[in-house]
Nanobody, 117 residues
Framework: QVQLVESGGGLVQPGGSLRLSCAAS????????MGWYRQAPGKERELVVR?????????ATSVKDRFTISRDNAGAKVTIYLQMNSLKPEDTAVYYC?????????WGQGTQVTVSS
């Protein structure tokens, strides 16, 4: 099994930056991919970014060139980071980290990102 703990998020003005973190522990060697989804009020959850263990990335068109995912392996943990720049009000949502482990998807607890002046 995998445990995911998210951090980061908060309130930022349009054009600002935030960084999200997601630390995975447990059976991390079987994780095939990690990333983030987000869900805005009244909308469906959407995939924001995905990073495979092979290093392949996918970015939603709406965040491409503004968001960057990275990964740090340190002992018994894998931590991914989402650097979010040039934030827009439409980026406001709860961001959920996830990890694919075999046929199972694990989720973080979610963190609120609010972009507002």
């Amino acid at each position: 099994q995998v445990q995911l703990v998210e951090s980061g998020g908060g309130l930022v003005q349009p054009g600002g930056s935030l960084r999200l973190s997601c630390a995975a522990s447990g059976s991390i060697f079987s994780i095939s991919a990690m990333g983030w989804y987000r869900q805005a009020p009244g909308k469906e959850r959407e995939l924001v970014v995905r990073l495979t263990t092979g290093g392949n990335t996918y970015y939603a068109t709406s965040v491409k060139d503004r968001f960057t995912i990275s990964r740090d392996n340190a002992g018994a943990k894998v931590t991914i980071y989402l650097q979010m720049n040039s934030l827009k009000p439409e980026d406001t949502a709860v961001y959920y980290c996830y990890a694919d482990w075999g046929k199972t998807r694990y989720w973080g607890q979610g963190t609120q990102v609010t972009v507002s002046s």
